[in-house]
């Protein structure tokens, strides 16, 4: 399913947090407090949902209310399976490899083929990956002045949980992550968002 693809700043601005964490977001790298009044509990796990969703591309709602069913059905830490679910994604794994800027870069090089899985080409930003899986550029796409720029001038770390050869463009997803090695540029309290899809 596609994602959000409206005004980026708009949505940042909406949360008032420099929701993935760029250093040309419209708010820089603080957030500013909010003001007004005190929001109900449902406004705050309403919000925190939405951030969530937002910062993976703005999946849409009934995918991403899928993946709470999901992560509900294995039993265990509901929210930690929901964010495991989530970084299962090739598009995700894409973005935390550093092969794209921004999530809807790395979702964008998924849909047009750039991205192979096990030397596969596999165009479905919503591929979920298993431990071991291999995950290249495509070679002829490997030039890409948007793949070459970021790789050579990364904005983020690589996590644990994936591992990338920056010359060959060939990475890893090699195990399922602790919920300590994922990492967003704003406070997240997923227990809001599993409070939110509980009643």
């Known amino acids: 399913m596609a994602g959000y693809s409206g005004p980026k700043n708009k949505i940042a601005k909406r949360f008032n947090v420099n929701l993935w964490g760029r250093s040309v977001s419209p708010l820089g790298t603080k957030n500013t407090p909010s003001r ?7 406004a705050l796990q309403l919000e925190e949902k939405q951030k969530l969703r937002y910062f993976y ?10 993946y709470f069913k999901e992560a509900k059905r294995q039993g265990g830490n509901i929210g930690n399976n929901f964010l495991t679910l989530l970084e299962k994604r090739l598009d995700v794994a894409v973005y935390r490899l550093n092969i794209a800027v921004t999530i809807f ?13 096990n030397g596969k080409r596999v165009n479905i930003p919503s591929y979920s990956l298993k ?24 904005e983020r770390s690589i996590p ?11 990475g890893k997803f ?26």
């Open 160 to 170: 644990p949980y994936v591992f990338i050869d920056s010359q060959t463009l060939t």
């Open 57 to 66: 591309g703005g999946i849409r709602e009934r995918q991403f209310k899928r």
């Open 174 to 199: 090699e195990r399922l992550p602790e919920r300590e090695e994922i990492s967003y540029p704003f406070q997240l309290n997923e227990a809001l968002v599993i409070e939110f899809y509980s009643k």
């Open 131 to 154: 431990d071991g899986d291999e995950i290249s550029v495509k070679e002829k796409s490997r030039s890409l002045p948007l793949i070459q720029s970021h790789i050579n001038e990364p």
């Open 105 to 117: 870069a790395a979702r964008q090089f998924v849909s047009h083929g750039h991205i192979l899985v």
């Open 36 to 42: 007004g009044r005190k929001k109900s509990d449902f």
